[in-house]
């Protein structure tokens, strides 16, 4: 089992700046390939970036490339996401999400088996 628990959420101006931090436990940190999700009200949860920690790699949503980045601290076994230039569209609650199999770095919802708790994102314009 992975525990992931997300912190950081809170209400930014549109074109600010916000960091999410995402705590994993429970498996090597290494083996990890590690996500983040966004559902607004009434939509989908929607697949943001992901990167496997292991090799360095990373996979982007269009709609936050060049603005949204991922990183992770191996030592404190955390993962941050960093969100730049932010709009509106981009209130939601932020899921963070975790797989411990395959070699892929998957874009779909049923790929990942852990989840966070999620955290609220509000941007005002």
């Known amino acids: 089992q992975v525990q992931l628990v997300e912190s950081g959420g809170g209400l930014v101006q549109a074109g600010g700046s916000l960091r999410l931090s995402c705590e994993a436990s429970?498996?090597?940190?290494?083996?990890?390939?590690l996500a983040w999700f966004r559902q607004a009200p009434g939509k989908e949860r929607d697949f943001v970036l992901a990167?496997?920690?292991?090799?360095?790699?990373?996979t982007y949503a269009d709609s936050v490339k060049g603005r949204f980045t991922i990183s992770t601290d191996n030592a404190r076994n955390m993962v941050y996401l960093q969100m730049n230039s932010l709009k509106s569209e981009d209130t939601a609650v932020y899921y963070c999400?975790?797989?411990?199999?395959?070699?892929?770095?998957?874009?779909?919802?049923?790929?990942?088996?852990?989840w966070g708790q999620g955290t609220q994102v509000t941007v005002s314009s």
């Open positions: 990167t496997r920690v292991s090799v360095d790699s990373t």
């Open positions: 429970g498996r090597t940190f290494s083996a990890l390939t």
């Open positions: 999400a975790a797989r411990d199999r395959g070699v892929l770095i998957p874009t779909t919802r049923t790929a990942y088996d852990y």
